[in-house]
């Protein structure tokens, strides 16, 4: 039996991993409603049927216009099944050279745009009883890098905010998967990043070297578009869809030290956090209430090989 077609809202439909997930849900005869801060970059899509896409200008950095955009898209198309928040770009650049202009944007553009977003098109998931969020991040959400502080400090800040949504919208039938894709080849690095004014204080550090990469076009690239996109609505449309997607064996690698290195560092900590507990009057220390994840577990934070209380 044929599944039913879905209605997806994508943000950043213009170029890149966007514009690659409309293709993707147009051939898969899906209705797509795609926006874009230039709607007119969308005019050469060619959906199969008239009624399949819906367009619409969207900057993610205007909170009214995102609410208005997503009212008008349910409105015209009856429904949204799935919410894909892909806009976004890179800041590149040592921290210290980045101006509080580039900083505000990067925000407004990674951070709390998903999040006016999210607040946005939850009331119409409520309402019709489910449907899921997924959010473009990065590997970069779950390691830093040099050259990139303020784009890592939007992801990680994007990885804890749908994080924490997860847990409060399964109840609703809401699902929530956030996307951390390795390099790519899109526009990322072309017209969709800002570069920092280069300080000679950071003149031969890797954060100068990865902002002349950038500028030259030299960064190499693992991940295949199509294949990222295709990967992305498949899961997107599991049944029970993971709270995270890694894309790419960059990103499978990258994320692995990242993860690895900070427990292997938590567990030579373990001594100090334990000796800041309060006491009991027996001397014996007072076990702490465990923390229970977005899926209502207790192991849903912990990590293979991290040893647990008895």
Known sequence: MTAPARTWLVTGSAAGLGRALVTELLARGE????????????????????????????????????????DDAAR??????????????????????????QID?????????PIHLAQAVLPHLRAQG????????????????P??????????????FFESLAAEVKGFGIGVTIVEP????????????????????????????LRRRAEDGRLSCRGDLAKMADAIVDVATRPRAPLRLALGSDAYATIRRGLTARLAELEDQKQIAFSTDLNGDD?????????????GSEDAHRRPGARQPR
């Not at 060619?46 to 909170?63: C, I």
């Not at 944007?105 to 745009?113: F, K, M």
């Not at 303020?150 to 800040?157: I, L, P, R, S």
């Open 76 to 101: 015209a198309l009856g429904r949204i099944d799935v919410v894909i928040s892909n806009a976004g770009y890179a800041l590149v650049g040592a921290a210290e050279e980045a101006g509080r202009d």
């Open 147 to 160: 050259g990139t502080a303020v784009y890592c400090a939007t992801k990680w800040g994007v990885e804890g």
């Open 182 to 209: 390795g390099t790519v080849s899109t526009g990322f690095f072309g017209r969709s990043k800002e570069v920092t004014t280069a300080s000679p204080a950071y003149a031969g550090t890797p954060a100068a070297i």
């Open 31 to 70: 209705t797509v409603a795609a926006t874009a801060r230039d709607p007119r970059a969308l005019a050469d899509l060619r959906p199969p049927s008239a009624q399949a896409l819906w367009t619409a200008r969207l900057d993610v950095t205007d909170p009214e216009q995102i609410r208005q955009v997503v």
């Open 105 to 113: 944007r990067q925000i407004r553009t990674n951070l709390t745009g």
């Open 283 to 295: 001397g014996s220390t007072t076990p702490s209430t465990p923390h229970r994840g977005p899926e």
């Open 130 to 145: 489910g449907g899921r969020i997924v959010q473009i991040s990065s590997m970069a959400g779950q390691r830093g890098s």
